[in-house]
């Protein structure tokens, strides 16, 4: 069982900046790769990004391509997620996940994820 606890959810005003983590628990973090998704109110949850086991791959959605940056601390077991130059349709509840099998690159399917995070709203006002 893998425990997910994201924080550095909140208001922000447009063209701003919010920094996302997600700390993991109960399994070897640093072999698994890992995804944020969101989900807006009135719409399916969404791939944002995702990052490798070692964070020398990254993939992002194009809506947040340029302006969000996924990245890892295995040593700490984290997983981040910058974001930049907001506007009010990022405006979501974001939530991490965890890969479903070892060593693989993140998928953009939440199929491949296997644990997720409770989620932390993001609010955008314009």
């Known amino acids: 069982q893998v425990q997910l606890v994201e924080s550095g959810g909140g208001l922000v005003q447009a063209g701003g900046s919010l920094m996302l983590s997600c700390v993991a628990s109960?399994?070897?973090?640093?072999?698994?790769?890992m995804g944020w998704f969101r989900q807006a109110p009135g719409k399916e949850r969404a791939f944002v990004g995702g990052?490798?086991?070692?964070?020398?791959?990254?993939d992002y959605a194009d809506s947040v391509k340029g302006r969000f940056t996924i990245s890892r601390d295995n040593a700490k077991n984290t997983v981040y997620l910058q974001m930049n130059s907001l506007n009010p349709e990022d405006t979501a509840v974001y939530y991490c996940?965890?890969?479903?099998?070892?060593?693989?690159?993140?998928?953009?399917?939440?199929?491949?994820?296997?644990?997720w995070g409770q989620g932390t709203q993001v609010t955008v006002s314009s």
């Open positions: 990052i490798s086991t070692s964070g020398g791959y990254t």
């Open positions: 996940a965890f890969s479903r099998y070892l060593y693989q690159r993140p998928s953009r399917s939440e199929s491949e994820y296997l644990y």
């Open positions: 109960g399994r070897t973090f640093s072999t698994y790769s």
